[in-house]
Nanobody, 115 residues
Framework: VQLQASGGGLVQTGGSLRLSCAAS????????MGWYRQDSEKPRELVAA???????AYSNSVKGRFTISRVNDKNMLYLEMTNLKPEDTAAYYC??????????WGEGTLVTVSS
């Protein structure tokens, strides 16, 4: 199993970033996938989720600004982030419900939004 998030960086308020997650050892056809974020002062939170059916869900804080997507045959998960705000600053991780239950977290990618 390996989950590698990438694409983070420094961006100004109002800017955009696209995060990628190379996922091995997961199956998008059966695994619920999600993007999570954590900063130093808050617990890790789920910001975007995608079910095997393709149904998506978003936290209220990112709804309308972030879009989760996937490419099944490449086992790639994406998070398109637009209209970024300073409060979006965090380390971002991708994961599957099944792996979270086992305590596994891959490497995240840091997003910093300057005001």
């Amino acid at each position: 199993v390996q989950l590698q998030a990438s694409g983070g960086g420094l961006v100004q308020t109002g800017g955009s970033l696209r995060l990628s997650c190379a996922a091995s050892g997961v199956n998008f056809s059966i695994d619920n996938m999600g993007w999570y974020r954590q900063d130093s002062e808050k617990p890790r939170e789920l910001v975007a989720a995608m079910a095997p059916s393709g149904q998506t869900a978003y936290s209220n804080s990112v709804k309308g600004r972030f879009t989760i997507s996937r490419v099944n045959d490449k086992n790639m998960l994406y998070l398109e982030m637009t209209n970024l705000k300073p409060e979006d600053t965090a380390a971002y991780y991708c994961n599957a419900d099944r792996l979270i239950a086992r305590g596994y977290w891959g490497e995240g990618t840091l997003v910093t939004v300057s005001s």
